[in-house]
């Protein structure tokens, strides 16, 4: 076990460590008895008195459940190089989860889908779920992402119908994300954005009692079409990228729209 001299500086290890437990609200015990280490040991590591190996900086990580772009953050912090690669999306390397994912979106189709990553950005569209977003793009200056466009675009009450409800479902979306990412300051500014708009359109539910289906409402040149949502993530995979994949599938949520889509 290698010590720092300078017991005042947690270092880029220690501050991650902590960042990543506090995150998920485990104390240090937990941590060490999920880890089977000292408490102690755990206390020294995020106060920089000491320096972890690889093999203890992987065993945390795998303890706090953290995915695996954050355990490589971890051991970048302790001076380690990755563990998981991140391969491009059009490598040779991912391509049968890109044939899934492509299958499973031209068999939803004509519905829309969109494929995205951990942030929700969005890296592919289908043909519907391009159209649908078309006019939210109009002076939209950056990659699209499915959560700021909701909450930072100023015509988004215009297009979206029930804005005040889809924002209090995307915070409560986005704090889940969060808990299991761990400390991810890009979810943490959605969140914060989110929270900001949903302050300006606040949601005032009708009745205490909450709706067990929640659609989300586009207003559109064919009039009101209404969504449910299913967002399918792969988890056979070490590789970065096919971990933080998400793909978002709209399903009509009514005959209505249902027939918007009808050939």
Not at 14 to 37: E, H, I, M, P
Not at 61 to 74: D, G, I, K, T, V
Not at 144 to 151: D, I
Not at 168 to 174: D, G, N, P, T, V
Request: contains cysteine; aromatic residues 6%.
């Amino acid at each position: 076990m290698a010590t720092r001299p300078d017991l005042h500086d947690p270092g880029p290890f220690g501050t991650a460590l902590k960042a990543a437990r506090s995150s998920r609200r485990v104390s240090q015990l937990v941590l060490s008895l999920d880890a089977g280490v000292s408490a102690r040991h755990v206390s020294f590591l995020e106060s920089g008195r000491a320096m972890p190996s690889r093999d203890m900086v992987l065993t945390l990580a795998e303890a706090l459940a953290l995915p695996l772009s954050a355990r490589n953050h971890l051991l970048n912090a302790a001076g380690f190089a990755s563990a998981y690669p991140a391969s491009p999306l059009a490598s040779d390397a991912i391509a049968p989860f890109r044939q899934i994912l492509t299958t499973m979106m031209e068999n939803h189709a004509p519905f829309p889908a969109l494929l995205c990553d951990r942030h929700w950005n969005v890296l592919e569209a289908s043909a519907s779920a391009a159209a649908m977003l078309s006019p939210l793009l109009e002076g939209w200056h950056g990659p699209p992402n499915v959560f700021r466009l909701t909450a930072c675009h100023p015509r988004a009450a215009e297009f979206i119908a029930n804005l005040p409800e889809v924002l209090h479902e995307s915070l409560e979306r986005l704090a889940l994300e969060q808990s299991l990412a761990g400390d991810d300051p890009v979810l943490a500014d959605l969140i914060a954005v989110t929270r900001n708009a949903a302050a300006r359109h606040p949601y005032r539910p009708a009745s205490r009692t909450r709706s067990p289906v929640l659609p989300v409402s586009y207003r559109g040149l064919g009039g009101l079409m209404s969504f449910l949502s299913v967002v399918a993530q792969c988890g056979t995979s070490e590789d970065v990228t096919v971990r933080d994949l998400r793909l978002e599938l709209l399903f009509p949520a009514d005959d209505v729209t249902r027939a918007a889509f009808a050939p």
